[in-house]
């Protein structure tokens, strides 16, 4: 099976002042439809820049990404438009709204992008996700939980293989968080989408089937879950567990 995320042997560090410092050091991963996955670390270990290598909006020193199959060393600007337009939901800590825009209008955003019709999938985020009564509603007018269902809503709407989430529930309290996660990883399902959601959360990360700890630019893989439940996981670095040479 083709992974939806590829990356092979990544190198990337940014200026600090007088020096160079490198946040992603020889990393490599692979991300497969459907697969859910929480990325945690401390700040400045580099979450967020794997998050934007693979949404384009940064490059690699070195190494090699391959997004569906295809090298992303090979995209044009054009490329990476469609490719984030079409294939890649996203969902933010700040929601990321659009204010001017009423609820339905947000949601059906990606699709009107592509020109595509508000359709019975949408309906069904809508239903699912409490929106329904909401749909003519200004964003601006909602609550935080009510407008990060909105963003999960327009994130899903075009089904798309993979999404990326960075620290979605970071502005909502534990319950609304819950609620969140629940409903974004069963509608993930549905629709057969992968997630990297960036976290601090151990509460959030208990709903992700894997576990990814980034530190001095390397990943250690935590023990595997069924995912759903908010209960906590102590993370084993590879070269701890059962079978690993």
């Not at 600007?77 to 929601?95: I, Y």
């Not at 329904?132 to 994130?155: F, K, Y």
Request: proline share 6%.
């Amino acid at each position: 099976m083709t992974p939806i995320v590829a990356m092979q042997e990544i190198h990337k560090s940014f200026q600090d002042g007088a020096e160079r410092h490198r946040v992603l050091d020889n990393l490599t991963l692979e991300i497969h439809p459907g697969e859910t996955v929480a990325l945690t670390g401390p700040s400045g270990s580099g979450k967020s820049t794997l998050l934007n290598l693979i949404a384009g909006f940064d490059g690699p020193d070195d190494g090699h990404i391959h997004l569906l199959g295809k090298p992303t060393h090979e995209f044009s600007a054009k490329d990476w438009d469609a490719f984030r337009r079409r294939e890649l939901g996203m969902v933010f800590q700040q929601f990321n709204l659009l204010e001017p825009l009423n609820v339905q209008a947000n949601i059906h955003f990606p699709l009107a992008l592509n020109g595509l019709p508000w359709d019975d999938w949408c309906n069904t985020l809508a239903s699912r996700l409490g929106l329904t009564e909401l749909l003519s509603r200004p964003v601006d007018s909602l609550s935080g939980g009510q407008q990060q269902r909105v963003a999960i809503a327009r994130a899903l709407a075009q089904r798309p293989p993979l999404l990326l989430a960075d620290e979605p529930t970071g502005n909502l309290d534990e319950h609304a968080g819950d609620e969140v996660m629940t409903l974004l990883t069963s509608l993930a399902r549905e629709s057969n989408t992968a997630i990297l959601m960036v976290t601090h959360s151990e509460r959030c990360a208990a709903f992700m089937q894997r576990r990814w700890h980034l530190s001095n630019g390397q990943i250690a893989e935590g023990q595997r879950s069924a995912g759903g439940s908010p209960a906590t996981q102590q993370l084993v670095p590879d070269s701890d567990r059962p079978g690993r040479a």
